[in-house]
DNA sequence: ATGTGC
């Protein structure tokens, strides 16, 4: 255990842990985090995975954790690593098991009062359309080589089948589509599990919800993303589903296993990594990349459910509008600033955003001037957040900042100590509408199970790796 | 997160 004497306050809402602290760490580990936060994180193996994270080959500036940080496999969820390209390390659990896990936030056109009558019935319209539940499978039919097409395309395959339009490849992430997918490198049995997941939500902490934008921080910027007080929005977080999954639990066994070829010996072997240049390392990105691929695919397509369903209960000009789509659990190659000049890195963002600050060639025109939209979920029927990259977070956290509100509890010890029935009940009393799939694993998506967003977000903000620009107060929750 | 454990 990490011992709170080891940590150095260096600024407000950011502590250190010096590379002197241990042996082997090649760069310091830096919390954003707020006392209690770190306080609260102390009582789990996160600050430690951190530490572990430092020993990675290649990493620069330091291993980082977001105020959302917990207990993950070998990483941290809420960190954030980049080595150096093209030799440094590339690790699976860096990236967790739900690959381009992520989000995407869809913009009425409407005000919530216009359309609060027919609330019950969207809700009931769009819970319908979209498979929910472990293990789900939905109402695509995909042959293995039409598969492969969506693994190598992305969000592009969905929009030339007829699942939305080019605007929306334009307002997500990488156009929804990673140029260096190979659909060989993803195993037969991540392909059989995936292949009729398209169009699907999966459990755990996914869902969809239909929002109301509650209150604005950033004028210049609402205006730039479109969004206003009293709007309905729509909300989708899911990611790679069974598929990306397997083709985690495929490379971390491959990389286990090859890193004595490499002389590579880890504190821990969940933090099992290969050289990014290796041939494991480069099969397991191309793998990688088919699995976000597939992800990006599958929130295209629930975003076109989610129109149909809209339409058909609002009428055919209800229009809904891609206010930008996230990847929270990837690896890129960017490049950043480091000792005052340009590198190319492998950035690792495990349940960590992306956060490109104003003018980033890679931000859609239409939001350059104020910074890429960051959307952040929130715990089940709290409120979700909408913040813009930064300048600072450019050069503080390599554009990355938090990605939700983060577990305080796991879900053992959230399920013994919540009644799923009664958490039913109480969204009932807050005005939420809930649809659940599964009551059992209700409690685990408690927001007792979670910090307090608005506490996580706000360090976000106060640091400047991202800054506010929208809160969102649910209406209704579908899970699965 | 996950056809929720090897």
């Given at each position: ?98 690959i381009n896990?992520g989000v995407r936030l869809l ?42 097409n969506v693994l190598q395309h992305g969000s592009k395959w969905a929009v030339k089948n007829g699942y939305g339009n080019e605007r929306d490849l334009e307002r997500t992430e990488s156009s929804g589509c990673l140029e260096n997918a ?54 989708i977080?899911?990611?790679s ?47 990688m990349a088919a699995a976000a691929n597939f992800a990006w695919a599958n929130r295209q397509i629930i975003t076109h ?16 509008t891609l206010l930008y789509d996230v990847a929270h659990?990837i690896a890129k190659i960017e ?18 955003t992306r956060?490109f600050?104003?003018?980033h060639p890679e931000i859609p025109e239409a939001y350059r001037?104020?910074?890429q939209p960051v959307i ?13 990259g ?9 554009g ?81």
């Amino acid at each position: 255990m990490i011992d709170k004497a080891d940590i150095r306050k260096v600024a407000p809402f950011i502590w250190q842990i010096d590379k002197s602290y241990r042996p082997g760490m090649n760069v310091p580990a830096i919390i954003f985090a707020t006392e209690q936060i770190l306080d609260g994180v102390l009582k789990d193996r996160s600050i430690e995975q951190l530490v572990n994270v430092t020993s990675l080959s290649g990493i620069q500036k330091a291993a980082m954790a977001m105020p959302d940080m917990h207990e993950g496999y070998g990483f941290p969820i809420g960190g954030v690593a980049a080595t150096s390209w093209p030799s440094g390390a590339i690790s699976p659990g860096g990236i967790g098991y739900d690959i381009n896990c992520g989000v995407r936030l869809l913009k009425s056109d409407c005000r919530f009062s216009q359309i609060e009558q027919y609330i019950g019935k969207l809700g009931h319209e769009i819970y319908k359309s979209i498979p929910s539940g472990v293990g789900k499978g939905g109402d695509i039919r995909l042959s293995v080589k039409e598969l492969d097409n969506v693994l190598q395309h992305g969000s592009k395959w969905a929009v030339k089948n007829g699942y939305g339009n080019e605007r929306d490849l334009e307002r997500t992430e990488s156009s929804g589509c990673l140029e260096n997918a190979y659909p060989n490198a993803v195993s037969e049995k991540a392909k059989k599990r995936g292949i009729d997941q398209l169009g699907t939500l999966g459990s755990g902490n996914h869902f969809l919800e239909i929002d109301v934008v509650d209150e604005i921080y950033d004028t210049e910027c609402a205006d730039a993303y479109g969004l206003f007080k009293g709007q309905a929005v729509v909300l989708i977080h899911t990611g790679s589903r069974g598929l990306g999954h397997q083709v985690a639990t495929d490379y971390v066994k491959i990389m286990m296993s090859s890193m004595e070829k490499y002389g590579i010996s880890v504190p821990d072997r969940e933090l099992a990594y290969a050289p990014f240049d290796s041939p494991e390392g480069q099969r397991y990105y191309a793998a990688m990349a088919a699995a976000a691929n597939f992800a990006w695919a599958n929130r295209q397509i629930i975003t076109h459910k989610i129109r149909e369903a809209w339409e058909s209960v609002l009428g055919r000009d209800a229009r809904l509008t891609l206010l930008y789509d996230v990847a929270h659990n990837i690896a890129k190659i960017e490049d950043h600033e480091i000792d005052g000049k340009s590198r190319k890195v492998i950035v690792h963002r495990k349940g960590a955003t992306r956060a490109f600050g104003p003018h980033h060639p890679e931000i859609p025109e239409a939001y350059r001037v104020v910074g890429q939209p960051v959307i952040i979920p929130g715990s089940m029927g709290t409120a979700s957040y909408v913040l813009a990259g930064t300048e600072a977070g450019m050069l503080m956290s390599f554009g990355s900042t938090c990605h939700g509100a983060g577990r305080q509890l796991s879900r053992s010890e959230a399920t013994r100590m919540i009644d799923g029935k009664q958490l039913m009940m109480e969204l009932r009393d807050r005005g939420i509408y809930p649809y659940i799939g599964s009551i059992k694993e209700l409690a685990e998506e408690a927001p007792e199970a979670y910090k307090d967003v608005d506490d996580v977000v706000d360090v976000i903000d106060r640091t400047g790796i991202a800054k506010k620009v929208a809160k969102l107060k649910p209406v209704v929750v579908i899970k699965g």
